[in-house]
């Protein structure tokens, strides 16, 4: 068996066509999507992803306004820029980049952001309403992925999901969405015994820990969906190419569906932000 690849830049490129739909929409009746990037330091990775968020806001017919802040920046003055952004009725979203400086607090930063225009849905509100069931805004790559999976008409009801990574970022909210399509779901981490055995149960693996190519094809069962968020550079003695945290050429000869990286998950990511900032105007156009 070799899997069938789940391509999210063709997905990402038919779901990016009908928000610019709506956003045209919107635009008719005097209304453009606006999300707000504030970026702070000089990470190279950090400015790369800002970047493809901008060009993919012009892209959809949005607007987007970028602010950068040296790496030593005193927090004040980022926090009266989202302040400021708030209370802007013009803009729909606000997304802080993430990593953060050591000076700054991260959740005190996201926490700043009205629950309103928190398209990256990590506020402690949008948190709770993602625990309850009733989601604001969905974060971003967690919503990517089930979009994808929802593209394949992946079985999810009953189904045994076993994702590996307990962030707020993704591990957490994945299983808050999967739980709530109906799946049976174990959250893996550091500390979890017979962690391989675990994976070999999953009808659908969620890839997420920032450890490269660590699932390897004897973790995996055959015939199941793997869904590899991770991204991890690899070192310049190997390539310094980019990877998963699944062992691509091994496992797609076990999976019956496998995304790649790049090219999988990544796109939707960006893709469900923008989603997230029409939703955003299209409430506020409804007020």
Do not use: W
């Not at 591990?171 to 174990?186: D, E, I, N, R």
């Amino acid at each position: 068996m070799t899997a069938r690849i789940l391509d999210g830049n063709a997905l990402s490129a038919k779901v990016r066509s009908q928000l610019a739909a709506r956003a045209a929409a919107l635009a008719a009746r005097a209304v453009q999507p606006c999300l707000a990037v504030l970026l702070v330091g000089e990470s190279p990775a950090s400015a790369v992803y800002v970047r493809n968020k901008v060009k993919a806001c012009e892209t959809a017919g949005m607007r987007s306004l970028r602010y950068d802040y040296a790496a030593d920046v005193d927090p004040a003055p980022v926090f009266e820029r989202i302040a400021a952004l708030n209370a802007d009725p013009a803009v729909h979203g606000i997304l802080v980049q993430l990593p953060l400086p050591a000076q700054f607090d991260t959740e005190t930063v996201l926490s700043s952001i009205s629950p309103d225009k928190d398209v990256d849905g990590f506020h402690a509100v949008n948190t709770g309403l993602l625990m309850q069931g009733h989601p604001a805004f969905i974060p971003c790559t967690p919503y990517g992925v089930m979009e994808m999976l929802k593209s394949e008409n992946v079985p999810l009801k009953g189904a045994e999901a076993v994702i590996i990574g307990r962030s707020n970022i993704v591990g957490k909210p994945m299983a808050m969405l999967l739980l709530q399509a109906s799946a049976t779901v174990t959250v893996c981490h550091s500390q979890t015994k017979d962690l391989a055995g675990h994976c070999r149960r999953a009808d659908i693996l969620v890839a997420a820990i920032g450890k490269p190519r660590f699932v390897k094809a004897d973790m995996v069962k055959p015939g199941a969906v793997v869904i590899d968020v991770g991204i991890n550079r690899l070192p310049e003695a190997e390539g310094g190419k980019l990877c998963g945290d699944v062992d691509f050429e091994a496992v797609k000869e076990v999976a019956s569906l496998i995304t790649p990286v790049p090219g999988g998950v990544g796109p939707m990511t960006i893709t469900m932000l923008l989603a997230n900032t029409i939703e955003s105007a299209e409430r506020a156009a409804r007020q």
